[in-house]
């Protein structure tokens, strides 16, 4: 089935410096959803795209969607120790409009 | 409003052992979904739930593993003669079935169980 790459799988961070994680398919996707996880805790919907070429910003994270809805990416602009946690992208799969089917993740730690 | 909760949030067992996860989604949501995650992964869909439909039991990985859903509600995942690999933290989400373009199906995740076989 349908699945995404994503990368990196892991990112060490010093506070205040950039982060981006990527989202990869092979396939076009109808939209992506992108999640975070803290340490010990459960994932937590951040933001859904939708659009080709979409971009959307909540504070310091960006999103964007690709032109091609292929690829999907998710900048964070002077981390913080706040940040830490795994990203999740995710998309619908299966001609499904509500089953979604997630990366693997990028565990994001942030050296204060 | 309450979120989605799960219970047991810890369960230790015993290797052959059968054990009962139980997740009552949020109030209205028809959609419900069962993930496993272990140590360190990312999350392995298990099971969804639509409404009154057939669920879509793909991701099941054996026939150890079932659930059912009541009342368009409440759900249990079981998992029979439990083997150690079984152990992870098992994850329920639900979400609003919307219709049409750019429709929102956000998943809300409870806090999940945590199973530990020994």
């Known amino acids: 089935g349908q699945q995404v790459m994503q990368i990196p799988q892991y990112q060490h961070v010093q506070e205040g410096e950039d982060f981006t994680t990527y989202c990869n398919s092979s396939t076009t996707l109808s939209n992506i959803q992108w999640y975070k996880q803290r340490p010990g805790g459960h994932p937590v919907f951040l933001i859904q795209l939708v659009k080709s070429g979409e971009v959307k910003k909540q504070k310091r994270l960006t999103f964007q969607f690709g032109e091609a809805k292929k690829n999907s990416s998710l900048h964070i602009t002077a981390t913080q120790t706040t940040d830490v946690g795994t990203y999740f992208c995710?998309?619908?799969?299966?001609?499904?409009?509500?089953?979604?089917?997630f990366g693997k993740g990028t565990l994001l730690t942030v050296n204060p | 409003g309450a979120g989605v909760s799960q219970s047991p949030s810890n369960k230790v067992t015993e290797k052959g052992k059968d054990v009962e996860l139980r997740c009552d989604p949020i109030s209205g949501h028809t959609a419900l979904y069962w993930y496993r995650q272990s140590l360190g992964q990312g999350l392995e869909f298990l099971i969804y739930f639509q409404g009154n439909s057939a669920p879509d039991k793909s991701g099941l990985p054996s026939d150890r593993f079932s659930a059912e859903r009541t009342g368009g509600s409440v759900s249990t995942l079981t998992i029979q003669r439990t083997q150690q690999e079984d152990s992870a933290v098992y994850l329920c989400a639900s979400s609003l079935r919307l219709a049409g373009v750019g429709s929102y199906n956000e998943q809300f995740f409870g806090p999940g169980t945590r199973l530990t076989v020994l």
């Open positions: 995710a998309f619908n799969s299966g001609g499904s409009n509500y089953k979604l089917t």
